[in-house]
């Protein structure tokens, strides 16, 4: 990560470029093409510059470019409105302002509030720590239990797959909405050590990341397989409240999944939790606090080997 924050435009650059096909930009197909995507001059005319600039902008020695230059090259490499704002967030033309970010805190109304919803409701950090969830959320899916981060379980956890209907497509969306979030606070402690563990231990983080996809994750529909329960098909939306953001899930009204969640939220908590699997409270990573014990569901008698079973839906 340290190299990749020397050079990020450079990297964003170089990444894009790779995912351009020659069909895509207008260029004749032929001769033998021994890089994939576009290559550095094809970039630079498209876009109006010179070969030799656009080079020196890959390789980091001019931080430095124009508006209009990054304009010309979202255009060139078909950015939509969010990735045309990460690139031109990533110009060196304003100074990055020191910053401390205080540890992400759950109001106590907040708490007040996850305790009365229906609903499976969880709040999280910007790095997908689950900070607080209420006993739905938990029925759902004991990932969703304070202490997770719902990235490394949707990457690592053998019964992800399982779980989300879409394992897929959920892992792109999360790894380029994490890229979104970090913006330019590279060297913030807790994406450093979130970064770092999943480069080492996922192959498909590693393959995403260098993808450098850009994306917000917040309103959409996900599909879930409950081990309980079955099928569920659940609307999300995601409210910020002060530094944190509240997650709800809920399905149409008089839907087979609203039938269904009402049949979860029926069935005793110990059914409910063991038939997923749970897992020993945790402190909540990068907060120094521990997680709200309230909240909990009883811990298994022998969490299962290995971790398995802790992956959230999307």
Same mark, same amino acid.
């Given at each position: 990560m340290r190299d990749e924050e020397s050079n990020r435009l450079g990297g964003y650059l170089r990444a894009r470029r790779e995912l351009v096909s020659p069909a895509q930009a207008g260029i004749p197909p032929g001769g033998n093409r021994r890089v994939p995507g576009l290559r550095r001059e094809e970039v630079a005319l498209l876009a109006g510059i010179s070969p030799d600039y656009y080079l020196r902008l890959e390789r980091g020695r001019d931080k430095n470019p124009s508006p209009q230059v990054l304009e010309a090259l979202a255009r060139v490499l078909q950015l939509d409105d969010i990735e045309r704002t990460y690139l031109l967030g990533l110009s060196a033309a304003r100074p990055k302002a020191p910053?401390?970010?205080? #540890? *992400?805190? =759950?109001?106590?109304? =907040?708490?007040e509030l996850l305790a009365h919803l229906q609903i499976p409701a969880f709040v999280e950090g910007r790095a997908f720590d689950v900070l607080a969830s209420n006993p739905m959320a938990v029925a759902l899916s004991p990932r969703l239990r304070p202490g997770e981060n719902r990235l490394r379980s949707l990457l690592l956890d053998p019964e992800e797959q399982a779980f989300q209907q879409d394992w897929t497509r959920a892992?792109? !969306?999360? %790894?380029?909405?994490?890229?979104?979030?970090i913006g330019d606070d590279t060297d913030d402690p807790r994406f450093v050590e979130l970064v770092g563990e999943l480069a080492l231990s996922s192959q498909r983080f590693r393959t /995403?990341?260098?993808r450098h996809d850009v994306r917000g994750l917040d309103g959409g529909?996900?599909? %879930?397989?409950?081990? %309980?329960?079955? *099928?569920?098909?659940?609307?999300? !939306?995601? /409210?910020?409240i002060d530094d944190v953001i509240l997650v709800v899930y809920y399905p149409d009204k008089g839907s087979d999944s609203d039938e269904r969640l009402? /049949? /979860?939220?029926?069935? #005793?908590?110990? *059914?409910?939790? !063991?038939?997923?699997?749970?897992?020993?409270?945790? !402190? %909540?990573?990068?907060?120094?606090?521990?997680?709200d014990a309230a909240l909990r569901p009883p811990p298994r008698r022998s969490p299962p080997a290995g971790g398995g079973g802790r992956a959230g839906p999307g």
């Open positions: 910053r401390r970010r205080r #540890p *992400e805190h =759950v109001p106590q109304r =907040v708490h892992t792109a !969306d999360f %790894v380029a909405a994490l890229r979104t979030t /995403l990341w260098a529909t996900t599909t %879930v397989n409950h081990p %309980v329960v079955g *099928e569920l098909r659940l609307h999300r !939306d995601k /409210l910020a009402r /049949l /979860l939220a029926a069935l #005793p908590p110990a *059914e409910s939790a !063991d038939s997923a699997g749970t897992s020993p409270d945790s !402190d %909540v990573p990068g907060t120094g606090q521990r997680a």
